[in-house]
C-alpha cells in the first residue's frame, strides 16, 4: 500500500509540475492554417519571403510558420527569425523574433516569440521569414489557392496574389493557474 501510495505522489506532482509549466496559451488573431501545405518555398531562393496581413488586434507577441529544414546535409539545419514590417516588406521594421534553430529534417509548425510589436488595428502589415544561419529552410503555402482574403504571399520582395503562407499571429495570454500548495497536495492523498 505504501508503494502504491508513493507512486500515485509522484504521478501527482509530476502532473501538477506539468500543468504549471503551461500556464500560457496562444490568441491567434489572424491565421491561415485549415490546410496541409501543397508547396514548400525556400527561404533563401525565394528571398524575401512572407506573408501580407491585417490584424484586428492591437499589438502581437507570437507568430507561428510551417517550416522544414531543408538543408543539405540535414546536419545543418537553417536558423531563422520573423520580422514584422509595416505596409509592405521594404516598411518600417516594426520588430524582429527571437531565433528559432529547426531541428534536423523539421518539418511542422515552428513558433515565433516577440517582444509586444505595436500594430494599428486595419492597418497593412507583413511577416518575413528570414534565414540567419546554417542550410536552406522552406515555408509551406497553399500551393496555388488564395486562401487569405487580408493579403498575399510574398516572393522575391513582391506580393503573389496566386498563394498564401500558412501561419497564424496572435499574442500570448496568461492562463490563470491554481497555486500548488504543500498543504494542497497532503489533501489529494488523504
Known sequence: MRKLRTALWSISLLLAVST?????EYVWDQVNDSFIPGNLNSIIHIA????????SLDYLEVVEVWACDWSDPPADPPTIVVNIYSDHIG???????S???LAPAFEGVATFVFEAVALVPGERYVLEVLRLSGGNGAVGTTGGTDTYPFGHIIRWGEPDEGTD???????I????VQQLTWGRLKQLFE
Open 20 to 24: 504549471l509549466a503551461c500556464a500560457d
Open 48 to 55: 524575401p519571403i512572407g506573408q501580407e496581413f491585417v490584424p
Open 91 to 97: 516598411g518600417s521594421l516594426m520588430g524582429t523574433s
Open 99 to 101: 531565433a528559432v534553430t
Open 165 to 171: 503562407l500558412w501561419f497564424r499571429e496572435g499574442v
Open 173 to 176: 495570454a496568461p492562463t490563470a
